[in-house]
């Protein structure tokens, strides 16, 4: 399955702090995409990653990728309470139509 | 303001009960695909379509129908609902699929059959 796998499951932070997540998956890729999706709302489309690029900065975002590994992480800096949601990672192969994505990993920010 | 509408946002129904879910969005995407996500599972997709009149399914097809004649809507058919498929349902548009499938989701249909 070309299905992302997240971890943790849960991460529960303090404003200021800097939250990781990471994402696993298992067959090659043409990109990884990041997504957020505050509780039960619409998923907001956040970084892609190509395949050939190893690291990529978005503002407090920062996404690595590891195609030896087939792994990847996302780092928000300096964390704020509006940053709980649930983060997904989304590995695009090659399969046309196809994007998976993981069961998430539930972030919380205390203020 | 570009986004993906999609309607009903809440629908309580019985089962065998026909209903239509719509979504339609004003990017002028031609990739448009359908998701449930249920807790523990994740987002599953059902189907997706990659253009006008090209439709295919996806990993949970079962039960669901969708159509897409005009580029702007993709609508999923439920034709006889059974419980099983209550779940939080959400429809998503996409360009330049083949080179990047950056998308873009609706706010979801949360959708509950008895």
């Known amino acids: 399955s070309q299905q992302g796998e997240e971890d943790p499951q849960a991460l529960s932070i303090q404003e200021g702090e800097n939250a990781t997540m990471n994402c696993s998956y298992k067959?090659?890729?043409?990109?990884l995409q990041w997504y957020r999706q505050n509780s039960g709302r619409g998923l907001v489309h956040l970084i892609l990653?190509?395949?050939?690029?190893r690291e990529k900065h978005s503002g407090r975002l920062r996404v690595t990728l590891d195609t030896s590994k087939k792994s990847s992480s996302l780092l928000i800096t300096a964390s704020r309470a509006a940053d709980t949601a649930s983060y997904f990672c989304?590995?695009?192969?090659?399969?046309?139509?196809?994007?998976?994505f993981g069961r998430g990993t539930q972030l919380t920010v205390w203020p | 303001e570009a986004q993906v509408t999609q309607n009903p946002r809440y629908l309580i129904t019985v089962t065998g009960k026909k209903l239509t879910v719509t979504c339609s969005q004003n990017?002028?995407?031609?990739?448009m695909s359908w998701y449930r996500q249920d807790p523990g599972l994740g987002l599953r997709q059902i189907y997706y379509?990659?253009?006008?009149?090209?439709?295919d399914k996806g990993d949970v097809p079962e039960g669901y129908k969708v159509s897409r004649k005009e580029k702007r809507n993709f609508p999923l058919i439920l034709e006889s609902p059974s419980p099983n498929q209550t779940s939080l349902y959400f429809c998503?548009?996409?360009?330049?699929?083949?080179?990047?499938?950056?998308?873009?989701f609706g706010e979801g249909s949360r959708l509950t059959v008895l």
């Open positions: 379509s990659m253009n006008v009149e090209v439709t």
């Open positions: 989304a590995p695009r192969g090659s399969t046309l139509g196809r994007l998976y």
């Open positions: 998503a548009s996409g360009t330049g699929f083949l080179e990047a499938g950056e998308l873009f």
């Open positions: 067959t090659s890729i043409n990109n």
């Open positions: 990653i190509r395949s050939n690029e």
């Open positions: 990017m002028n995407h031609e990739y």
